[in-house]
């Protein structure tokens, strides 16, 4: 694997572990060139499976941008990489295990959502603020609104 810093192509493992849900592998890595350590993660490559955005367009599911819309939704919020790491994965299983070859955006958006209401409500206003377009502050607010009924009930 090339390293990430100093572009060394032959970095050395130095531990792998499997994810809890065993469809993920996390490898730390070395690179004897610079010294850098970064962590790389494997899983298995089913088969290919586009996204239907809103506009039409068909795009190849991309786990990694999945992962950075999390990240950004978690941002300075107590949830660490390998839960986002986990919810990636387990939005993914459901993906193909649906069997379907595309799915709408919005359905993996509220994916998303569902896995992150369990983890963190800020992380979830966050994303769902994205996802759902907010235009205006009171947005906000009677989605919040709408999460407490909800939570209540």
């Not at 996204?51 to 941002?75: C, E, H, N, T, Y």
């Not at 959502?113 to 979830?124: G, P, S």
Request: hydrophobic residues 35%; glycine residues 6%.
């Amino acid at each position: 694997m090339k390293c990430p810093f100093c572009g060394f192509l032959d970095s050395q493992v130095k531990d792998s572990r499997p994810s809890e849900d065993g469809l993920t592998i996390k490898r730390r890595r070395f690179c004897p060139d610079c010294g850098g350590r970064f962590t790389t993660y494997e899983r298995i490559e089913m088969r290919e499976l586009f996204v239907i955005k809103k506009g039409g367009d068909k795009r190849l599911f991309d786990p990694s941008k999945l992962l950075k819309s999390m990240q950004v939704a978690a941002r300075k919020r107590p949830v660490d990489a390998e839960q986002l790491e986990e919810i990636v994965s387990r939005i993914t299983k459901k993906l193909e295990k649906y069997g379907e070859g595309e799915i709408t955006s919005q359905a993996v958006g509220q994916l998303v959502m569902n896995e992150l209401l369990k983890i963190d409500q800020v992380a979830y206003v966050r994303y769902a603020s994205v996802y759902k377009d907010f235009a205006e502050a009171s947005d906000f607010g009677k989605f919040i609104e709408n999460l407490n009924i909800t939570k209540d009930e």
